[in-house]
């Protein structure tokens, strides 16, 4: 764990390689806690986005969020919203997925090659201002999307840090992308999902036994559009039913491609999950998976590589697009966001984790300025098409 919190933190590095996988997964543990105690003592109810927000970080806890880069974030933010005048409860959501930025104080502490406190100082100086100005991009980047990219902490973050990596570039810092990726997995890592997968799933019968069916098939029928929060607009049980079924099929569709379960990989899954109770269902998810599918059988790319496996898991980002625009346009946006998120990357250097929220952001963008325009000029014809 120690070995974890010294290593720089960019995309990719995965913690079971560092760490090992015990070492892992008590940091992600230690993050997750971190998290909850945040929202504990903010007087913040949990529901669908907290719960997010909780596996979110539990699972980039396996490969970028250390307490030691992240904590820094949080301030800024809590000190933006003083600066506001408002509650740092107000912005916790914010403060706690802004934490995607991590990697930019884990950069100046470990990699731009000081030593002493200078760097130190410097890292947490950074990252106090980058959570200041989260706050006030945030807002803006989900006007750009409208809601429809679930990642938007993953676009905002992108944005500030294409300017932070600039900087660090005009610094003469090497920024390039590194990977570090565990090929080797062990049971721990292979079994942690499903093992999770059904105790949410019993988890989810146990708060609701009757009708629960239903109401899994009712969050099915939601757009999963920005703020849909499916505990409070079906029921807890059925939530949690549909977050452990996401688990299992994300599972599986590793298994069946190939790919590794490492810490990226089971990240990327726990922060399918995390969404499954605040906007991800299979209904608008599955689409999206098709079309990166379709675009790496295309362009012949291997579903099992980092890249592509990673974004057919995160790509669910734009589920919201499936489901209020339908299946196609959904593969459509998962098609794209492929092509886009294998050149965002190198944008910002690995500093933002969600580097897929930022590509989704950006696809969603893209896909939403042209359906408003289409549905703007041809009302009618829109209506037939939709």
Not at 89 to 103: Q, S
Not at 146 to 155: I, R
Not at 225 to 248: K, W
């Amino acid at each position: 764990m120690l070995a974890i919190w010294q290593h720089p933190a960019r995309l990719i590095n995965d913690f079971t390689v560092v760490g090992g996988s015990g070492g892992a997964l008590v940091n992600a543990a230690i993050m997750a806690g971190l998290t909850l105690l945040i929202i504990r003592l903010n007087d913040v109810q949990l529901s669908g986005p907290t719960i997010a927000a909780v596996f979110t970080v539990f699972g980039f806890g396996l490969f970028g969020k250390t307490p030691l880069n992240s904590i820094p974030i949080i301030i800024g933010t809590a000190i933006s919203a003083r600066i506001a005048g408002h509650k740092f409860k107000e912005y916790i959501l914010i403060g706690l997925f802004g934490t995607a930025l991590g990697p930019l104080v884990s950069f100046i502490v470990f990699e731009m090659g000081f030593s002493g406190p200078v760097p130190v100082l410097g890292g947490v100086c950074a990252g106090i201002l980058a959570g200041m100005l989260l706050p006030s991009v945030a807002i803006a980047m989900l006007h750009l999307h409208q809601g429809y990219n679930l990642y938007n902490m993953g676009l905002t973050c992108g944005f500030v840090g294409l300017f932070a990596a600039s900087m660090i570039s005009a610094a003469k810092g090497n920024i390039a992308i590194t990977v570090i990726w565990n090929t080797e997995a062990d049971l721990l890592l292979t079994l942690f999902i499903p093992v999770l997968s059904l105790a949410l799933i019993l988890f989810g019968f146990l708060l609701k036994r009757k009708g629960i069916w239903e109401d899994l098939l009712n969050i099915q029928k939601l757009t999963g559009r920005l703020p849909s929060d499916f505990i409070d607009m079906v029921s807890a049980g059925g939530a949690f039913l549909n977050t452990g079924l996401l688990g299992l099929v994300s599972w599986l569709y590793v298994i069946v491609v190939g790919g590794d379960l490492n810490g990226p990989v089971l990240g990327g899954i726990l922060t399918v999950m995390g969404f499954g109770v605040f906007g991800k269902h299979l209904k608008n998810s599955i689409p999206i998976v098709i079309g990166v599918v379709l675009c790496c059988l295309l362009f012949d790319k291997s579903l099992s590589a980092p890249g592509p496996l990673l974004a057919a898991l995160f790509a669910t980002t734009l589920a919201p697009i499936a489901g209020e625009f339908g299946a196609f346009t959904g593969i459509i946006a998962g098609f794209i966001h492929l092509v886009m998120v294998e050149r965002t990357g190198a944008w910002h250097g690995g500093i933002d984790l969600y580097n897929n929220g930022f590509a989704g952001g950006l696809t969603a963008a893209l896909i939403i300025s042209v359906i408003e325009w289409y549905r703007n000029s041809r009302p009618e014809d829109f209506e037939d098409t939709f």
